[in-house]
């Protein structure tokens, strides 16, 4: 999904769900809905504590980031739309791998069958919950050694010290 910001309010969420998927038909359209997204997690080791060493009263974790995004839920079915979107999806996920691949690249007919089997989805956000459990409650020394168990490339390593 793509965030879209708003200058009147947070911004909806837009992407798009094959259309023999049975998810979205049991969607209802104006009701509130809520997207989850997971983000970095990864197992904690107590035997990377610091702490351990010193009273032994430590137990594993799991470190996480995740967000709740709860809004009203707007289908769409109109070609032009699902072709804005998947053109706009394209061009965000392809920023990363270099290739530059555009959705005008591909035949126009294919393109025109590949959204008859898409119906677009839109969350208008109302609100959004988030948590991060990044070992935050812990001594620096403990996150030091979380961050030295995980590997300091790990992408909770990476949260941990960007945060």
């Keep these: 999904m793509l ?21 979205w038909s049991s969607l209802v359209a104006g009701s509130e809905s809520l997207a989850i997204g997971h983000g970095v997690q990864d197992y904690v080791s107590p035997a990377w504590y610091a702490s351990k060493a010193e009273h032994g009263r430590v137990v594993p974790t799991w470190n996480y980031v995740t967000v709740h995004v709860y809004g009203r839920l707007v289908v769409h079915d109109d070609v032009d739309w699902l072709r804005q979107l998947v053109t706009r999806l394209t061009e965000h996920h392809e920023q990363r791998t270099g290739t530059g691949w555009q959705v005008s ?56 010290t960007d945060s």
């Design 3 to 23: 965030y879209v910001p708003a200058t009147d309010g947070p911004g909806v969420l837009q992407g798009h769900l094959a259309r023999n998927n049975p998810h």
């Design 105 to 160: 690249d591909a035949p126009p007919a294919f393109i025109d069958g590949q959204l008859k089997a898409i119906v677009g989805i839109e969350l208008v956000i109302s609100r959004v919950e988030a948590k991060a459990k990044l070992s935050q409650n812990r001594s620096a020394a403990d996150r030091a050694g979380v961050v030295a168990g995980l590997g300091p490339g790990s992408p909770v390593s990476r949260a941990m």
